[in-house]
């Protein structure tokens, strides 16, 4: 209800007039009273001004008043609390002691939040402000100059004297530049492809670009991918064990390494049983220097790792044991198998599973044990210039049905397998110089697929012919790197079998299709559950394909140590690491052993 006056005027407005109704208060407009009235009201409260016999103002009101309250801040303890400095030495003899420990790839430092972080970890590059500051007060000028009762620290000094030094200057740091791009290159293994990526990087494209080899970019599937990182505290990312390199999403490492260090990342070479055992072992070796690796083999009925790998989820949940319960991720490119491997923990179907790249579309949370959870993450190809689409292709992260002219890509397939193997494989003669049209013909011919008119249905061959490729049917694997470092990946010399007793895949599977039948579940053996936690839901060691291997021995551990450093300076009782034990050159050894007798065993079944 407004004043009088303006009461009045709504009652003429509305054309109400009389006093029946119309003065009756009503829900609705000016019934309450809002915010801004009550803090007038509230204001007056307080009391009118005070005034003198002429009405003057003695004393004003306290919302007239225009004396400043006090303000103070309220102390606090923490003021006082005595601060600990350490000398400069004890504080670099805990950073390198802090840092061996970090860069021990089976070492975790935990409870990062509650460390001195920013003593630690000296970043290498802060904008280039605090970094370029101490360089020029430490490396151009010296103390004396900068600070001293001399000092002479007008005016900027350059590295330089004159301006053919800075030309030269500046040709050496384009030379470094050039360095730094080919070793960025040879370390992310795609020089082989350098070609195609300078054309690319030069702006001109020699051909234009199926859509179809942008799958797995998209920013969809990319903001799906950050969803699994931020919610997982373990990141399992899966590599295809033929081609480990190629298959290895560099971006995320970093993003992890610089982003989220926090979160545990662990590599599972999946698909170990279409390489030989020997090469799936020299992998492990390789990979583990640099992050903890598990061999696995994803099948429902006849696993490899499985054991080991329910073992290590285990061990990191009890390292986060603050924790209600800890989410896994498993991330990597398309068809590597991460669908595969949550079916195969769970034992059963949870997830999709396809041979074909793409099929898990969006993240899936699934429910391994009451304390650790598994998220699915849809394939990733991490954008790459250098990334030809062949390559794309051969890794299994295209589907193939969708590529326009699949011949063009056969000829790659068979660079990289041995003849033989094609031979054994498709039943016809293959030669070493046998070019693709020649090899698609006689194939056609074989399998009776031609076109009207007696014409080889080359797309078609190819189509068979590459499918074969991902779905390992054709033996091929990426050679590991030797013992000094060469060779491997994708800059490896070689991308085929060579050695090993490869050619029995087909073999092999059937009998595994064989094995999978329900009859022949329950005669496999079984094996009691390789730790005695009393959630598991799933019996880790149940249903593993291999007799002879023993999880026990060749598994990763998680220890949940104090990783006291020793140093006088930092403080050590806070710091404590978790480490994931034996996995050094003999449990390499062991998991050598222990794939080969596995192998031996499937074989032999
Ligand atoms: N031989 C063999 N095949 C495997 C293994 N793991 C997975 N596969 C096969 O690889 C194919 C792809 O498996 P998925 O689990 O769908 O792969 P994914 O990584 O989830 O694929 P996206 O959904 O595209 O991300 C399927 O045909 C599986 O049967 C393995 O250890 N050995």
């Given amino acids: 209800m407004g004043t009088h006056k303006k009461e009045a005027n709504r009652k003429e407005r509305q054309g109400k007039t009389g006093d029946g109704m119309a003065n009756v208060k009503v829900k609705g407009e000016n019934f309450y009273r809002n915010a801004k009235k009550i803090k007038t009201l509230n204001m007056f409260k307080d009391g009118k001004a005070q005034r003198n016999a002429a009405g003057e103002i003695t004393k004003a009101a306290s919302y007239q008043s225009r004396d400043r309250p006090i303000a103070r801040v309220e102390p606090n303890r923490k003021w006082f609390n005595a601060t600990r400095v350490i000398s400069q030495d004890a504080l670099e003899s805990f950073r390198s002691a802090v840092q061996a420990q970090a860069s021990d790839p089976t070492t975790y430092l935990m409870k990062r939040n509650k460390l001195p972080m920013s003593l630690i970890e000296e970043k290498p590059n802060v904008n280039g402000l605090k970094q370029h500051a101490a360089k020029i007060a430490v490396e151009s000028q010296s103390f004396g100059?900068?600070?001293?009762?001399?000092?002479?620290?007008?005016?900027?000094?350059?590295?330089?004297?004159?301006?053919?030094?800075?030309?030269?200057?500046?040709?050496?740091?384009?030379?470094?530049?050039?360095?730094?791009?080919?070793?960025?290159?040879?370390?992310?293994?795609?020089?082989?492809?350098?070609?195609?990526?300078?054309?690319?990087?030069?702006?001109?494209?020699?051909?234009?670009?199926?859509?179809?080899?942008?799958?797995?970019?998209?920013?969809r599937i990319w903001n799906e991918l950050y969803k699994v990182i931020d919610s997982s505290d373990v990141i399992l990312h899966v590599l295809d064990a033929r081609d480990p390199v190629g298959t290895r999403c560099r971006s995320v490492e970093r993003y992890l390494r610089e982003e989220a260090p926090h979160k545990h990342l662990v590599f599972v070479l999946n698909k170990v049983d279409l390489v030989p055992s020997k090469v799936a072992a020299a992998w492990v070796r390789h990979l583990s220097t640099q992050f903890p690796t598990l061999a696995f083999h994803a099948s429902i009925n006849n696993s490899f790792g499985k054991g080991s790998l329910i073992a290590l989820l285990r061990q990191f949940s009890s390292l986060h044991s603050d924790r209600k319960q800890i989410s896994v991720g498993l991330v990597g490119y398309p068809n590597t198998g991460k669908s595969s491997i949550i079916n195969t923990l769970r034992k059963k179907k949870v997830c999709n599973v396809a041979p074909i790249a793409g099929e898990t579309k969006v993240w899936q949370y699934v429910t391994l044990m009451k304390r650790i959870y598994l998220i699915d993450c849809p394939g990733i190809v991490p954008p790459n210039q250098s990334d030809s689409d062949e390559s794309l292709l051969l890794r299994g992260s295209i589907r193939v049905e969708n590529v326009e002219y699949p011949a063009q890509y056969v000829d790659a397939v068979l660079k990289r397998v041995q003849p033989k193997h094609m031979q054994r494989t498709y039943e016809i003669k293959v030669d070493e110089h046998m070019d693709a049209n020649t090899f698609l013909e006689l194939l056609a011919r074989k399998q009776g697929r031609l076109l009207k008119g007696g014409e080889p249905d080359f797309d078609g061959c190819a189509k068979i012919v590459l499918n074969d490729w991902i779905r390992g049917k054709i033996p091929w694997f990426t050679p590991p790197p030797m013992k000094d470092g060469k060779g491997g990946g994708a800059s490896g010399p070689v991308r085929e079998g060579r050695e090993g007793q490869l050619g029995e895949m087909s073999r092999k599977r059937k009998r595994d299709d064989e094995t999978e039948s329900p009859q022949n579940v329950g005669a496999r053996p079984t094996r009691a559950p390789a730790s005695a936690g009393g959630d598991a839901e799933s019996n880790p060691g149940d249903g593993d394909e291999f007799e002879g291997f023993s999880e026990d021995e060749g598994g990763l551990e998680v220890n949940v140590e104090d990783g006291s450093t020793g140093s006088e300076g930092g403080d050590a009782s806070m710091l404590v690491a978790g480490s994931i034990s034996s996995d050094d050159e003999e449990g390499v050894e062991e998991e050598v052993l222990n794939i080969s007798k596995a192998l031996r065993a499937a074989k032999g079944a």
């Fill in 145 to 219: 100059d900068t600070f001293g009762p001399k000092a002479q620290r007008k005016r900027v000094k350059l590295d330089v004297s004159s301006v053919d030094d800075l030309a030269g200057r500046t040709g050496k740091m384009h030379d470094t530049y050039l360095e730094r791009l080919e070793q960025a290159k040879l370390l992310s293994g795609t020089s082989g492809d350098a070609d195609q990526g300078d054309a690319e990087q030069d702006g001109t494209l020699t051909t234009a670009r199926e859509s179809i080899f942008s799958k797995g970019q998209s920013k």
